[in-house]
């Protein structure tokens, strides 16, 4: 009885077309899933991390806070709050919980506001992003994640802080 289909496939039942094919169709597919898993990999681990990515916004939204709306230079406890700042971003983003977002991609600041004005707000947006992080963490491997990422917020916090009381 004949149902259409062999268990065993004879390879001289094949034309030289159909095997161009074959091989044509997995050189293709094998490099394209590959790209797939490659770059879907981030996704999948913000989908698992949303407290990460509000802390991101959060620290972005501090960073800029930061910057002098005339352009001006930052005093060394500021350049400190924002190397602090750029060391959590990056420790949140080598474990690929990522946005996908640029430093700048921050909300609009207030350029009307004065500069300690300025300073409360990061220290309010650094607040947000660390008890976004200190939320409680089931993954192990993220520990380590978690505790530098908000030894460099509360680096930050203190320079923003340093900063402050400055200005007062």
Known sequence: ????????????DHSNEEVRVFKLARLIWVPGFAALVI????????????????ALSDLRDARAHLQRPNHGAL????Q???SEIDKAIHEIKAASIDDGKNIDDHVAVDEHLEWGGRLRRANELLGKAFSDIDKEEDNPETHGLKRRALEHINAARAHVREALALVH
């Open 80 to 82: 400190d709050a924002v």
């Open 1 to 12: 009885m004949d149902f259409g289909f062999r268990l065993v496939e004879d390879p001289s």
């Open 39 to 54: 770059l879907g990999a981030p996704a999948i681990g913000a989908q698992q991390h949303p407290a990460y990515l509000h």
């Open 75 to 78: 005093q060394q406890q500021e």
